[in-house]
């Protein structure tokens, strides 16, 4: 009557991925170039702040959350990597 469904699993959410897994699928081929990237954006966020606030706009400081999280996102990223290797 009815047709048997395997069990399958779901695919992964993109922000599960993105969050948990550490990175999307091509950053963790390349984990240590990515997390340079991510580095570079940190540092870019962090002295555009702060020459924002210097100048008196105040949500300059918001480019200290997005340093933040590409900090959090880039260690994420090295320590999954380093995790499925060993």
Do not use: D
Not at 27 to 48: G, K, M, N, S, Y
Request: glycine share 10%; hydrophobic share 50%.
């Amino acid at each position: 009557m009815y047709a048997q469904t395997s069990n399958i699993t779901p695919p992964r959410s993109v922000i599960r991925n993105y969050l948990v897994g550490g990175g999307w699928p091509f950053q963790l081929r390349h984990p240590e170039a990515w997390a340079a990237v991510r580095t570079l954006a940190v540092v870019w966020f962090i002295a555009f702040g702060s020459i924002l606030c210097s100048y008196g706009y105040g949500w300059g400081a918001l480019l200290y959350l997005a340093a933040a999280k590409e900090l959090a996102l880039g260690y994420r990223l090295l320590k999954t990597s380093r995790a499925a290797h060993h």
